[in-house]
Every structure is written in C-alpha cells, then in structure tokens.
C-alpha cells in the first residue's frame, strides 16, 4: 500500500511542476562535489519569522554508479553544526530526483534546474503536504539568475534570501547528527 501511496504522489508532483524542466544534458558526474546553499526563497509560511536565522550552508553531492545521488549537508542551528544526509533516487529524466523525507513522511522532488558546474546550480525542491510547497536553492556564488527565477515561481521577494556561511566546523567533523 506504502508503495502505491508514494507512486501516485511522485506522479502528481511530476505533473504539478511538468513546465520546469531540468538543466539540459544534465551531467551527474560533473555536478558532483562541494557545493555551498547560498540563497533560498520558499513560499511556507512558517519561513519567514525564521528567515533572520539561517545562514548558508555546504553540502557534498556524491553521484553513484546507478544515477542516485548521496547528499551530506552541514547546518549552522541553535545547537551548532547539524549533519543531515539524504539519498536521491534519479529518475528517468536526468537531473530530477525523488527522495522519501523522514521527518515529513512524504516523497519530495529535486529538479536541477539550470548549473554551470562550477560556479553556481538553481535547484527547485518540491514537496505536497498540506499543500503544495515550492523551495528554490542556489549553491554557488551568483546570486543573479537564483533570484530571478524564485521570483517567476511567484515566491514574495522577501523570502528570498542570501544568508552568510557559517558552518562546517573545521576540519569537516559534523557536532550532532540527523536525517530528513
């Protein structure tokens, strides 16, 4: 039952978001690597009394052999420096990926949507839980093209943000542990 509940949301969320499409000949292996959120815009709610918070953060993408992809990110919280990690199934669209969210308990879809691989990558993460929720990340340095984009997915401009980094410690020795 768990399987078919997971199959319909991952097709609803396919056609929800069917007009963004993922960075064309998306390459796996050269997205691989160190990559640092430096913006976010998110329409929940619940973002924007926290919005003053948050600061960048950097994350280890790490494709495997069969198209999935493991992603170790390190936040800066209250309690210090988080670890979280999470596994991307691929699908068969290269450059869009599933994952089930512990913590929410629903299937969430990562599309890449626009990188140059080296200097910034615009990601759109999307999640039906209530309701229908939109995230758009920027890992890199521009800020440019990130901001534009979050705002023709009509997120307000005031959340949208572009947070100082403050975390890993250094070396990279995550302080506390958790998974989404």
């Known amino acids: ?5 997971v199959a319909v949301v991952m097709a609803m969320v396919m056609m ?14 050269r997205f691989g690597g160190k990559w640092y959120r430096v913006g976010l815009a998110y329409d929940s709610p619940g973002f924007l009394p926290y919005r003053a918070l948050l600061t960048a953060s950097m994350g280890i993408v790490t494709p ?6 493991n992603l170790t990110m390190w936040e800066q919280s209250p309690a210090g420096c988080l670890t979280k990690t999470y596994h991307y199934e691929a699908t068969s669209v290269p450059g869009q990926f599933s994952y089930f969210s512990l913590r929410h308990g629903i299937v969430k879809d990562i599309t890449v949507v626009d990188t140059n691989y080296t200097e910034y990558a615009i990601v759109l993460k999307n999640k039906v839980f209530n309701r229908e929720y939109t995230q758009v990340a ?10 534009a984009f979050a705002l023709s997915r009509h997120l307000p401009r005031d959340s ?5 980094p403050r975390c890993p410690p250094s070396p990279l020795v995550p302080v506390r542990g958790s998974h989404d």
């Open 1 to 5: 039952m768990g399987s078919i509940r």
């Open 16 to 29: 929800v978001h069917a007009d963004i499409k993922p960075q064309k000949d998306f390459n796996l292996q």
């Open 64 to 69: 495997l052999p069969n198209g999935n992809v």
């Open 138 to 147: 920027l890992y890199g340095k521009s800020t440019v093209k990130y901001k």
């Open 160 to 164: 949208i943000m572009t947070p100082p």
